[in-house]
């Protein structure tokens, strides 16, 4: 069975280098998009995780304004959570663009890479943001700069919050879970912290025979006006910590 389950994965990667280096050059943005979404959607399947949406996220239209998506950072299954939902450019930190595989995946899609421990890097990353913002794409970022267990929410950050406060982006927080599909209990199979690799996490999680729902909880969109980036990434990490708190206890 684990074989089996690796090798769709290997089918499923394979696809995704069809898609963005075949298909991506015939479609629109929209297309585009969609092809993403139905991506991450199959491939999680694949690995057996389901994705669960609480709350309402408030979908811009595609030719309207783009959102700023900011999360707790559990594993590095949450960019492809959100991307079921509300498919959007991502913010990473370098080392991912060495990964195997998702790395060039990664680069493909326009992923903004960001060395968290450069003020130039980080003021780079402001301005690809913004301007991915002003083109009227969806970003999405993990202002924690670091995955925790998914039992809190760190300090968040203030970087990604400038730029939508440039754009005068609505910020839409989410907070990320991870249960057991079967026991519902709180699962850390996924979370990638400490000195695991990523092969080792990706091991792990294709070894869940219980499998593993990612639940997403949205809140009401923020809106930057009047606030400073440090005030945005308050009101934004209160938010996720209210709904994480109420996810654990329901």
């Known amino acids: 069975m684990l074989l089996i389950k690796y090798l769709r994965l290997i089918q499923a990667f394979l696809r995704a280098f069809w898609i963005l280096w075949v298909r991506f050059p015939r479609l629109n943005r929209e297309e585009k998009l969609l092809a993403i979404q139905t991506w991450s959607t199959q491939t999680l399947a694949v690995m057996g995780v389901t994705v669960n949406v609480v709350g309402h996220i408030e979908r811009p239209p595609l030719s309207n304004t783009p959102q700023l998506l900011v999360a707790n950072h559990v594993s590095w299954l949450d960019p492809v959570a959100i991307q079921t939902v509300q498919p959007s450019i991502f913010v990473a930190k370098e080392e991912v663009r060495c990964w195997p595989v998702v790395g060039a995946i990664a680069q493909a899609c326009g992923v903004v890479f960001v060395n968290r421990g450069s003020p130039s890097s980080a003021r780079h990353m402001v301005t690809q943001v913004a301007t991915a913002m002003g083109s009227g794409h969806s970003v999405a970022g993990f202002p924690e700069g670091t995955s925790t267990l998914g039992h809190t929410v760190d300090m968040?950050?203030?970087?990604?919050?400038?730029?939508?406060?440039?754009?005068?982006?609505?910020?839409?927080?989410?907070?990320?879970?991870?249960?057991?599909?079967?026991?519902?209990?709180?699962?850390?199979?996924?979370?990638?912290?400490?000195?695991?690799?990523?092969?080792?996490?990706?091991?792990?999680?294709?070894?869940?025979?219980?499998?593993?729902?990612i639940t997403l909880h949205a809140s009401p969109c923020l809106m930057p006006q009047g606030h400073s980036r440090k005030s945005l990434a308050l009101l934004a990490r209160s938010s996720v910590t209210a709904q994480l708190e109420a996810l654990s206890v329901s």
């Open 156 to 213: 968040f950050h203030g970087n990604l919050f400038e730029a939508a406060i440039q754009q005068d982006v609505p910020v839409q927080p989410l907070a990320l879970r991870y249960t057991s599909t079967q026991t519902g209990d709180h699962c850390t199979r996924a979370a990638f912290v400490g000195d695991v690799s990523f092969l080792s996490s990706l091991h792990q999680v294709m070894r869940a025979r219980d499998g593993i729902c």
